[in-house]
């Protein structure tokens, strides 16, 4: 079941994307063998990570205390969202991070990390569904990016939740 569930974050995440025909999507899309949505905007060149930062990195994690505030890119962090701070990349730069053979596809949603050295900061969804509870090496690649929206991050559910201030359209 925890398998299935770390699957479809990256799925949901990715087919939000899609939906809202983001340029840059494509490219992440690429990178899943997904189908693709039929836009017509071409994908912005994916920023790359300066040499000395590709491979390893040190990555941390953020939340609970942090619930309810806006992130650096304008998103209203909560347990659903999944992102990372970085402090030089683009908000919306996609960016696939790898943890003991766990992957998942994020968006940079925020400024950071500022603790123990890190060169990322995870959300707490984003590190639950890659098995991270601490200060750990991960595996970061740029793979693209997306328009930073206020809903960047959350779930297709979350994002329509957003759009209708809170009640479901039905």
Known sequence: MH??????????????????????ASAAQASTGGASAGGTSAARPAPSLPRARRGASIATWFGPGFYGQRTA????????????????????TLVNVSYRGRRL????????????GADWDLTTEAARALGIQDTVRIRARVVGSVPNTPTLGLPPAGQQMAATGGAIAG
């Open 3 to 24: 398998r299935a569930f770390k699957n479809t974050n990256v799925v949901v995440l990715l087919a939000a994307m899609l939906a809202t025909g983001a340029p840059g």
């Open 105 to 116: 596809i994020v968006p940079v949603i925020d400024r950071g990390p500022y603790a123990n």
């Open 73 to 92: 890119c304008g998103q209203m962090l909560t347990p659903a969202v999944i992102g990372v701070a970085n402090r030089t990349l683009r908000c919306g």
